[in-house]
């Protein structure tokens, strides 16, 4: 089945450390994105990347890495300069031009 | 410019009735219009799309209705289920440049049996 898998569902973070989620996409689409989701919000872009070995800043960048070295792949760093990371992240991806197809998400709490 | 309004920020309506959300933005260049449901703990679910060549779009129960000039577009559910309960995001893209979504802040829904 083609899709976009996110891992894991459920993380948690101390204080002051990195921590990196995955997202891996089968799907053969050239864009992709991560998005963070708080409480009785919408999603707000973090990065992007259209294209393999490129990627750009969101709305909401600071605090976050990324990378883009397969077409497949597109990891998500939350770094320790994130001061509120407790969220739900969305990763998603698609075609130009085409809809946007979202994992089922990971929730990132900091202990 | 970026931004997108959504409303009501929630929604209640009896079984079989209609539900309806709003949505406005101003960025003219948006050509893409999506509409997703998404459940708790899930992923958004692309429901529905239209693009501004044309004014409505159905797709079984769900209708889009586009409003150009007033730069509008709203979600009409016919014969709301009380499976239909859920968030439902409106987003706009554009197909050139910066192609990713911009979500409204959703609009939760309940439909009572």
């Known amino acids: 089945d083609g899709g976009i898998t996110q891992s894991p569902k459920y993380l948690f973070r101390k204080e002051g450390q990195n921590v990196t989620l995955s997202c891996e996409q089968n799907?053969?689409?050239?864009?992709m994105y991560w998005y963070r989701q708080d409480p009785g919000q919408g999603l707000r872009l973090i990065y992007y990347?259209?294209?393999?070995?490129?990627?750009q800043k969101g709305d909401i960048a600071e605090g976050y890495s990324v990378s883009r070295e397969k077409k497949e792949s597109f990891p998500l760093t939350v770094t320790s300069a994130q001061k509120n990371p407790t969220a739900f992240y969305l990763c998603?991806?698609?075609?130009?031009?085409?809809?946007?197809?979202f994992g089922s998400g990971t929730r990132l709490t900091v202990v | 410019q970026q931004q997108v309004k959504q409303s009501p920020q929630s929604l209640i309506v009896q079984k079989g009735g209609i539900s309806i959300i709003n949505c406005a933005y101003e960025?003219?260049?948006?050509?893409?219009f999506p509409w997703y449901q998404q459940f708790p703990g899930k992923g958004p679910a692309l429901l529905i799309a239209?693009?501004?060549?044309?004014s409505e779009k159905k797709e079984g129960r769900f209708t889009i209705s586009f409003n150009k000039s007033a730069k509008q577009f709203s979600l009409h559910i016919m014969d709301s289920q009380p499976g239909d309960s859920a968030t439902y995001f409106c987003?706009?893209?554009?197909?050139?440049?910066?192609?990713?979504?911009?979500f409204g802040s959703g609009t939760r829904l309940q439909v009572q049996p």
């Open positions: 998603a991806s698609s075609r130009a031009g085409g809809p946007g197809a």
């Open positions: 960025n003219t260049a948006f050509d893409y």
């Open positions: 799907l053969n689409h050239d864009a």
């Open positions: 990347s259209q294209i393999v070995n490129d990627f």
């Open positions: 239209i693009r501004p060549d044309v």
């Open positions: 987003a706009a893209s554009m197909d050139t440049g910066r192609r990713a979504l911009t």
